[in-house]
């Protein structure tokens, strides 16, 4: 081939879909063989690349061709770039945050949709908890329905005042995250902790013979100026519709238990040991809202030794708050 003749983006190769970076290639001592690279970066991942070589349209002296002057005609083709590593995308309470509720339920979003993988009594695969009496056996996880948000509920609250660090995919875990395609969440890379407040907000519970039950609605929305707050899909776990059972400290265990919606459609709690649970996200609070609106809940569970316990829970839209706005916005921004 006539190797003088450089081989650009728009020049004589097209390329796309548009966000493939500029392309240069290069000769081959051999004078037949032409490489392909994106001049900056890497290929985009996860996408079909068309190319051609020698497009209709171009300038005649630009063409590819033969060392005897010859043009190579119009050639086509493809190729599909392979999936990257997945990544932690948000992590909330976010790294460092002071003065947690020790009630909040600890979320880590990922960037790509990941096995559920868990091992006996409800536990993941590799995510390791330290901080002054804690006790990792009592957190409680559960997979979003798309595997991309993994929720931590540390059951009674975490302890006051405590610093609680964590780490994902530890080095020596036998069972380490990893995607749905098989990508494994690199190694000791994600870590982080926050620390919680002085005072607590959960509730006591003095009766060891008591369990508890209950569903929840849940919006992120956020504040970036004087104007009213809006919806923040980017959250983790933004918008979630839960219902949950605690078994008694002493028993009996909930062995089992559903929700049914004001439509009659039921789904069934995952059953983790003294905790069951059943949770949904939604991509925004109108789409939360309509799968999950005002009307009748009922909530079905069974315990060891005992009749069906149907308990009717009615959600109505006054249960709704009003959504918290910072007035003097501009002036908290002073606040340390």
């Known amino acids: 081939m006539d190797t003088t003749v450089a081989v650009l983006s728009s020049l004589n190769l097209t390329m796309s879909p548009a966000s493939i970076p500029f392309i240069q290639g290069t000769w081959a001592d051999d004078k037949r063989t032409l490489t392909l690279k994106p001049s900056f970066g890497n290929w985009p991942l996860n ?29 086509s083709g493809s190729f599909s770039t392979g999936v990257g590593a997945p990544a932690l995308g948000s992590v909330s309470p976010a790294n460092d945050d002071e003065a947690v509720a020790t009630n909040v339920p600890v979320t880590f979003r990922f960037t790509q949709a990941m096995k559920k993988i868990e091992l006996p009594g409800g536990s993941p ?27 931590a509920e540390y059951s009674g609250g975490f302890p006051r005042k405590t610093r609680v660090d964590w780490t994902l995919n530890p080095a020596g875990a036998l069972t380490p995250f990893e995607s749905q395609t098989g990508k494994p969440l690199p190694k000791g890379t994600y870590q982080g902790g926050f620390s919680t407040a002085a005072t607590g907000t959960c509730i006591e519970v003095s009766n060891p013979t008591w369990g508890s039950y209950g569903m929840t609605k849940r919006s992120n929305f956020l504040q970036t100026s004087p104007a009213a707050p809006v919806e923040d899909p980017e959250a983790p776990a933004a918008f979630v519709f839960s219902a949950v059972v605690q078994s008694p400290a002493f028993g009996p265990n909930v062995m089992a238990g559903s929700i049914e919606l004001p439509n ?61 706005t910072i007035a ?9």
């Open 47 to 75: 996408i079909t690349i068309q190319w051609t070589l020698n497009p209709a349209g171009g300038f005649a002296f630009l063409q590819i061709k033969s060392a005897a002057g010859v043009a190579l005609g119009a050639v």
């Open 125 to 151: 695969p590799a995510v390791v908890w330290t901080g002054a009496e804690l006790d990792p056996a009592k957190f409680r996880y559960t997979w979003s329905v798309d595997g991309k948000t993994l929720t």
């Open 264 to 324: 009659g459609t039921r789904g069934s709690l995952t059953n983790f040991g003294a905790f069951n649970s059943f949770y949904e996200t939604a991509l925004t609070e109108a789409a939360m809202d309509a799968a999950y609106p005002p009307g009748t809940y009922t909530l079905r569970f069974t315990q060891t030794g005992l009749p069906e316990r149907v308990v009717a829970m009615n959600m109505t839209a006054s249960d709704v708050p009003p959504i918290p």
């Open 328 to 336: 003097n916005f501009a002036e908290a921004q002073a606040v340390d």
